[in-house]
Each structure stands twice: as C-alpha cells, then as structure tokens.
C-alpha cells in the first residue's frame, strides 16, 4: 500500500459535532507549539478562508453555524505521522436533509460513496443529545402514577426522523457493511463529542456507549460486522459556547477564552488517558496500516 492511499472519513448525524471538531482540527494542526501526533501536509480540498473562518469562530468560542441546506461541502486534509505516513482524512458535510434521506431511504450519492468507502471511519456521536427510545405506554404510567388521565392526543404518527439515535447510528453502519460500499473489514473509531457534558457522570467512554447506546454497543460487541473499533470521549470546545445568533454571553465561555492556549480547550480521553491532541484517534485508525 503506498503512503497516498490511506483514507478516513468523518461521519456523523446532523449536530453530531462535526464541524467543531473540523475547526479545532484545523486550529490545532496549525497551532504554533501544539503537540500532535499527526501534523498537516497539505490541504487537498476545500479552501483555507473557509477552515479559517470556522477555526477563528472556534477561538472565539461561538458555536459554528448550522450547515447549508443543500449541497455537500466536501473538505480534504492531508496529514502526517512522525514515520512519514501520511493519511488523507475526509470531512463530507452533508446537509441534514440529505443524511436524513440517505438514511430513511437509504440513498447515495456518488460523492458519499467515495467517502463511505474509506477502510477507517471516525463516527462522531453527541454524547450530550443522544435520543433515547419514548414509549408512549411509559410516558402514559408516568402521568397516571402523577394521578394524571392518559394523554389521548399522544399518538403521534412513526417517521424515521423519530427514530433513536441508536437506531440511525447502527443503520448507518450496517448501511457502510453492504452491497457497493461493503470494502471488508474496516476501523472504526467512535467519538463521543461534547464529552464535557456528560464527564460528570463518571463513566469511561465505553460504559457511557454501554449505558446509553446498548444497541449499538452490542451491535459491536457481537462482531456481526468486521469492525475493529475503539470509543473515545472527545470535548472539542471544553465547555459551553455561545450562540452569536442569541448574543449570548457565557462565564464559562470566558473561562475557555482566558486559557493560554486555545488547544488546552480540548480534552479526548479514551479510559485510561486524557489528552489535548485531537489527532489521537486518528492516529490509532492509521497505526495498524504502518
Ligand atoms: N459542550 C459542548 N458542545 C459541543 C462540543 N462539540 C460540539 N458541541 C455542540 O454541538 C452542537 C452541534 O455541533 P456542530 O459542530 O455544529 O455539529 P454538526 O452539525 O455535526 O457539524 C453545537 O451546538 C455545538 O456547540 C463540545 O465539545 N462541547
Ligand atoms: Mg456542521
């Protein structure tokens, strides 16, 4: 295998954390100073004003803007290891709509399919809105034990986009193990984002996928897919960011702001470590190819 030919993709559902983790990416593979294991080669798609701008939005601790409603953006970085290795690591931003349509009607595009076909995956998850199964039989025993009538008006009509984020995240892989784009055994590495959030509950990222994404966990964990994979937590910001759109103002924000380096913002943790180097993950997708 030459160098030139290792690929990741960076998928996720929509506010899945995306495209903060591109603009701390971004931020810190230029930040002078900063320790990572994979430093930037080149960019090999997309534009530097446009990385620029979201990476300056990231420094400034404001949320990035919610992604075009149509159209793919498709952002190409190459990067490399201290072996010479380089790696080319897609970033596809998909609007919503789209990915939604991909999903409930299991559509692709041809530039999805390039992606998709790539041997190691990062799949960001939002730690801090993962959409759990509703039964609408548990929430009429929770009004009846509130000494509450059953809520009649409650039947609401099944659409995909009702559905559980487990449920989406376990399609989607089963999706990227079939047909055209099944290429065989693949890596893939699952980040928890806004991992800041839910840190205080004290669970190591693989007993947080386990508690709260049980399907997907043993989805896994049963290998019915060739997936090697490994979860990390990942905070890409540390903390609340404000919305310019709200003219909000955070002292938590402040407190990100006033770090020395904007990169000490970040925190991956992976069970036994915690770092600031957002490449960690990436360099685990890469290390078996060596
Ligand atoms: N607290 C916290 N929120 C985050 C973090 N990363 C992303 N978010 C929030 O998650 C939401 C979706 O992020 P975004 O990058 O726009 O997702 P995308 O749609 O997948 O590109 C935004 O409100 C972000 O501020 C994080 O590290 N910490
Ligand atoms: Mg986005």
Not at 114 to 134: M, R, S
Not at 180 to 188: E, Q, Y
Not at 207 to 227: I, M, T, V
């Amino acid at each position: 295998m030459t160098a030139k030919d290792m690929h990741i993709s960076i998928i996720g559902l929509p506010a899945s954390g995306k495209t903060t983790l591109l603009a701390s990416l971004w931020h810190m593979v230029r930040e002078p100073g900063a320790v990572t294991k994979l430093k930037l080669a080149s960019l090999s798609q997309g534009n530097y004003e446009h990385l620029n701008a979201l990476a300056k939005r990231w420094r400034a601790g404001k949320i990035q803007s919610r992604t075009q409603t149509s159209g793919m953006k498709m952002v190409v970085m190459r990067l490399k290891d201290n072996h010479g290795q380089t790696v080319e690591v897609s970033f596809p931003d998909v609007p919503g709509e789209d990915f939604s349509r991909m999903w409930e009607r299991r559509e692709l595009d041809q530039g999805m399919r390039e992606t998709l076909t790539a041997p190691a995956i990062v799949l960001i998850i939002n730690g801090d809105t993962i959409k759990l199964p509703a039964w609408i039989v548990e929430r009429n025993a929770v009004r009846k034990q509130a000494g509450l009538p059953a809520n009649p008006a409650e039947v609401v009509d099944w659409s995909a986009a009702l559905a559980p984020t487990q449920v989406r995240i376990v399609e989607l892989l089963q999706m990227l193990m079939i047909g055209d784009i099944d290429i065989g055994p693949r890596r893939l590495a699952i980040l928890l984002s806004a991992w800041d959030k839910v840190e205080g509950e004290e669970l190591q990222p693989e007993e947080l996928l386990a508690s709260k994404l049980p399907l997907l966990d043993q989805y896994l964990r049963n290998q019915r897919d060739p997936w090697t994979w490994r979860v990390w937590g990942v905070s890409a910001q540390g903390g609340l960011y404000e919305d310019p759109e709200k003219e909000e103002h955070f002292r938590e924000t402040d407190a990100l702001r006033e770090l020395d380096r904007p990169s000490d913002r970040i925190k991956v943790v992976d069970g036994q470590t915690a770092s600031t180097d957002i490449t960690q993950p990436l360099e685990w997708l890469i290390s078996s190819c060596r």
